[in-house]
Nanobody, 120 residues
Framework: QVHLVESGGGLVQAGGSLRLSCAPS????????MGWYRQAPGKQRELVAT???????NYADSVKGRFTISGDNAKYTVYLQMNSLKPEDTAVYYC??????????????WGQGTQVTVSS
């Protein structure tokens, strides 16, 4: 299994910015797609943004124009730049990656989550 390491969460005032990053700690053969999801207290986990190895990007409507997802294919690292943060963006943010291990086995992994808190 692949372990994903996330960083960059924290506490910020409304209107502020944070940058999340995520990368696998083990060896992978390839990654097809990575993305960010979030889960607020009492709510289901929801998609925030995803990016494929080919560069296709998808955003939730609620973050379009404020969040930017990007990736470094060489480092298998994905970033989420979050600007103009709102209190409703407060959640635990989870990284997800899907790809192939050495030997061709498919994997899909989640990070441990990083807390983002936006104060009003």
């Amino acid at each position: 299994q692949v372990h994903l390491v996330e960083s960059g969460g924290g506490l910020v005032q409304a209107g502020g910015s944070l940058r999340l990053s995520c990368a696998p700690s083990g060896v992978v053969f390839s990654i097809n797609a990575m993305g960010w999801y979030r889960q607020a207290p009492g709510k289901q986990r929801e998609l925030v943004a995803t990016i494929t190895s080919g560069g296709s990007i998808n955003y939730a409507d609620s973050v379009k124009g404020r969040f930017t997802i990007s990736g470094d294919n060489a480092k298998y690292t994905v970033y989420l730049q979050m600007n103009s943060l709102k209190p409703e963006d407060t959640a635990v943010y989870y990284c997800n990656a899907q790809g192939l291990l050495l030997g061709g086995t498919r994997f899909g992994s989640w990070g441990q989550g990083t807390q983002v808190t936006v104060s009003s």
